[in-house]
């Protein structure tokens, strides 16, 4: 999933790339062996590499240790991460120097923040997930791209607080597009999520929607693999409607919540469920014309 999402958003040598919820550094670490195998790399490709690109920040002790061994192992000698919480950080001081080109990000959701913590964001919210979206736009630079994993509920909630970010997303930014995936695809039991791929400094005009449909159950021994994701890949580039896929048009939502349910039209309708009292009267009919048939073969064989 994570080798998808940075596929996706492509990005380039020479750009800066940032995980604001860097946990294990999975998008860094994908990230790095994208551009490594991206072109046939110079010696000021690969110092950029080292020394330029990559930038992380972790709350937690264990993750942040984790997430730097994992970037060492992975060849990025010297990673830039840093050991704090990111949210503690006011995003009115976030200056252009601050900025970066990418963000590709998993933020922890279900969480609650302190009031002290929600009074640096202009959308005052404790949900993690919303804080760390409020600042994800902030800090990408005019142009920058970003692959963000949310909880799907944040399409459709209507809570003050999810309107007005569903709603400075689509002013902000481009929504170009959202991968709708099923429940335990990040290894969270039951819970399910999206992908929201965004560049930041047009307002979205068009939505295109992948919804992924997969004929088993996920989980830690049968997770996604490349061979599931082919057709949202290959879609995405045109951003063409199949069973699977549709577009949305923002002129068209509901401009007081923005909802952008996940709600594909072009799916097949399933076979409506029989009521009970109607399966037994269609058992009753059939009871009946065995019964007349058997009486008309009984009196033919007299």
Not at 113 to 119: A, K, Y
Not at 123 to 146: D, N, P, R, V, Y
């Amino acid at each position: 999933m994570i080798k998808t999402i940075v596929k996706v958003v492509a990005p380039e040598i020479g750009q800066t790339i940032y995980d604001g919820a860097v946990g294990s550094a999975r998008f860094l670490c994908e990230a790095f062996e994208y551009l490594k195998h991206s072109k046939t790399l110079t010696t000021t490709d690969v110092i950029t590499l080292q020394k330029q690109t990559f930038y992380g920040k972790e709350k937690k002790s264990l993750a942040y240790i984790i997430g730097t061994m994992n970037m060492i192992l992975h060849g990025v000698e010297a990673p830039n991460i840093v050991h704090t919480n990111t949210l503690t950080e006011n995003i009115a001081d976030l200056q252009e120097k601050d900025r970066y080109d990418i963000v590709l990000a998993n933020p922890p959701f279900g969480g609650k923040e302190r009031t002290e913590v929600q009074q640096n964001f202009p959308i005052k919210t404790g949900e993690t997930a919303s804080l760390f979206l409020q600042h994800f736009i902030k800090i990408l630079k005019a142009g920058g791209k970003a692959g963000v994993v949310i909880k799907n509920t944040f399409l459709s909630n209507t809570d003050n607080a999810s309107i007005s970010l569903r709603k400075l997303l689509l002013e902000s930014s481009n929504l170009h597009t959202v991968l709708d995936l099923p429940g335990g695809t990040f290894n969270r039991a039951g819970v399910k999520t999206v992908v929201l791929f965004f560049e930041k400094g047009q307002a979205t005009e068009k939505v295109w929607f992948y919804q992924l449909n997969l004929d088993r159950n996920l989980g830690k021994t049968n997770a996604l693999n490349e061979k599931d994701l082919a057709e949202f890949v290959e879609l995405q580039k045109t951003q063409a409607e199949s069973e699977n896929s549709w577009n949305i048009q923002v002129k068209d939502i509901d401009q007081t919540t923005f909802d952008l349910s996940a709600k594909n039209p072009n799916k097949k309708a399933e076979a409506p469920l029989r009521q009970p009292e109607d399966i037994l009267a269609a058992m009753a009919a059939l009871d009946k014309e065995s019964a007349d048939l058997l009486a008309t073969i009984k009196t033919l064989l007299k």
